[in-house]
């Protein structure tokens, strides 16, 4: 069971899902129509045939839980030692409905930071989590320093570096760098043809505070595969996972995530 | 290079049409995809050319042959299903890097693919087509080309394809904003007009009905947008496959689009 690979159990488990999801309207019909003839017999078969896709529907569920503890249990080896010092900066995106659950991301942050994580940055498109930054921080502080009291006094406890981003970080902010840049290169007289470049718009973000580290992974959480206007700039190479909701998300699948980034190899375009 | 293998390939290099007549709606839900669902503009990152070569024991310029055919077929796919704008990031500006043989080999595709295949799509079916990306670094006889394609669809009203060649997400971008700042010193914009929207009308995607895509999908089960369409995806599904780009047939396209239309879409609180 530990060398057990779930992975190709779940793959075909989800296919059978999505042939399930695509034949809903026909269902829907089946089932009415069903109802409406009065045949105790169609009646039974059809409601044998609920049974079954609610069992499909549990065991699916149960892998995943599954999975995910084997793998916080640190029985599957590979999961055991994480290597976190390929990601050096960890963007995670949370759609804005669910970012409200400050303690799910309190909790999701005591993860990131168990694991290691020293550079993090949450972001969420309508900056609901601006709002919630100085009681994520404040928490995570008492609870390190509530740490500190009970443990080795002399081990010291750094705190998680933690960047907060919302869309006007993004989109906005390479406007406002426009403005910069066309003072300081088209409005003054002397240079007929300016080059603009992308180091100047790189250093103009950084001059206005819009220069933080582009993510080396991403995690997105929420029920849209999209990074929601996260600052374009600074996602060229940045590795992209989606978890899913934030309400289901799982330690296992977090590890599992960060561990299969660490075995990618980056071409660069080469 | 295996013998015959050039001539293998030579043979695979026929666009399949589909049989004219055929009900566009009803093949659509024949495949359970619902024509008011469909994704407006689909972009593609087309990986995996060369893992596909080497995985086949051949020269990695076969491998771009096969992508460069895929390409077309995904394009008349596309043209099918109903998908009103198809953008392929061909090549990257990271891409020189690669070594000159393969380079220029890859160039040679881009001139072949736009000198037969597309052709055949611009004159028979009604493509349009435009070239994204910083042409003054391609060779001459492909900038001619481009701009005689270009030119031969201006007046067609079918799919368009968008092909991103020496294209990065960043250079978009920066030209995007040294474009709005000329124009601002030469009288023709003010200061107070600098705002997302006018990057947005200045990026390369800025002349097309539908410049921001519904659907990524990268091929050769990589997670990254590798500076591809940066501004441009803010708020696109993205789907990575892991077949390699060569391999990505009709099948899988469905399989992609029946993906985005089950999925739930996020429009952060933006008008497209």
Redesign the interface.
């Known amino acids: 069971m530990l060398g057990f690979d779930f992975i190709p159990v779940i793959t075909f488990l989800r296919w059978l899902e999505?042939i399930i999801?695509?034949l809903g309207d026909e269902m829907q019909r089946v089932c009415m129509w069903i109802r409406s003839s009065g045949n105790i017999g169609l009646h039974l078969l059809w409601r044998i045939m609920h049974l079954i896709l609610s069992i499909w529907y549990f065991v699916v569920g149960l892998l995943n839980v599954l999975e995910s503890f084997v793998i916080t249990s640190g029985w599957l080896k590979r999961y055991k030692t994480l290597d976190t010092s390929q990601v050096k900066y960890l963007a995670v995106v949370v759609?804005s409905e669910e970012a409200r659950q400050t303690l799910k991301i309190l909790e999701l942050l005591r993860w990131l930071e168990a694991i290691g994580f020293k550079n993090v940055c949450l972001y969420d498109?309508?900056g609901v989590l601006k709002k919630s930054k100085d009681a994520l921080m404040l928490w995570l502080k008492s609870e390190k320093m509530s740490k500190e009291a009970t443990s080795e006094p002399l081990l010291e406890q750094k705190y998680m570096n933690l960047e907060v981003l919302s869309?006007s970080d993004?989109?906005?902010a390479?406007?406002k760098?426009?403005?910069i840049?066309?003072e300081r290169?088209?409005?003054s007289a002397e240079m007929e043809k300016p080059n603009?470049?992308?180091s100047?718009?790189t250093n103009a973000l950084g001059e206005i505070g819009y220069g933080g580290s582009d993510p080396d992974l991403m995690l997105v959480y929420?029920?849209?595969?999209?990074?929601?206007?996260?600052p374009?700039?600074r996602?060229?190479?940045?590795?992209?996972?989606?978890m899913g909701p934030l309400k289901s998300m799982k330690f296992g699948a977090l590890v599992k995530a960060i561990h299969r980034f660490t075995m990618?190899h980056?071409n660069?375009?080469? | 290079m295996p013998h015959g293998a050039s001539k293998h390939w030579a043979q695979q290099s026929r666009i399949r049409h589909e049989p004219t007549g055929s009900n566009p709606n009803s093949n659509l839900s024949k495949l359970n995809l619902k024509p008011e669902l469909m994704p407006k503009h689909v972009t593609v990152i087309m990986d995996g050319n060369r893992r596909w070569a080497k995985s086949r024991g051949l020269p990695v310029h076969l491998g771009h042959r096969a992508g460069g055919q895929a390409m077309t077929q995904l394009a008349l796919n596309c043209m099918k299903f109903g998908v009103q704008v198809v953008t392929v990031f061909a090549f990257s500006r990271e891409n020189w890097v690669r070594p000159k043989e393969e380079v220029d080999f890859l160039m040679n595709v881009f001139e072949d693919v736009l000198k037969l295949d597309l052709k055949e799509l611009i004159l028979q079916k009604d493509m349009r087509l435009s070239v994204v990306g910083n042409r003054s670094q391609l060779p001459e006889s492909l900038q001619n080309l481009a701009s005689s394609s270009e030119e031969l669809a201006k007046s067609n009203r079918g799919m368009r394809l968008i092909l991103a060649l020496n294209y990065s997400g960043r250079y978009d971008i920066t030209q995007a904003t040294k474009n709005i700042a000329a124009k601002v010193r030469n009288g023709v914009l003010q200061v107070e007009d600098i705002n997302e929207s006018l990057i947005e009308q200045h990026l390369k995607t800025n002349r097309i009905e539908f410049p921001n895509p519904d659907l990524l999908i990268r091929t050769n089960g990589e997670l990254r947008v590798s500076n591809f369409m940066l501004w441009q995806l803010a708020y696109t599904e993205l789907l990575f496959v892991d077949k390699l780009f060569p391999d990505f047939n009709e099948a899988d396209l469905i399989d992609a689009l029946a993906a985005f239309q089950r999925r739930q879409r996020c429009y952060g609180g933006h008008k497209y």
């Open positions: 999505s999801l695509e759609d498109n309508e869309f993004g989109r906005r390479v406007a760098v426009a403005n840049l066309l290169h088209y409005l603009l470049t992308e100047d718009m929420g029920p849209a595969r999209c990074h929601l206007g996260f374009a700039w996602i060229r190479y940045t590795e992209i996972v989606h990618v980056q660069y375009g080469k």
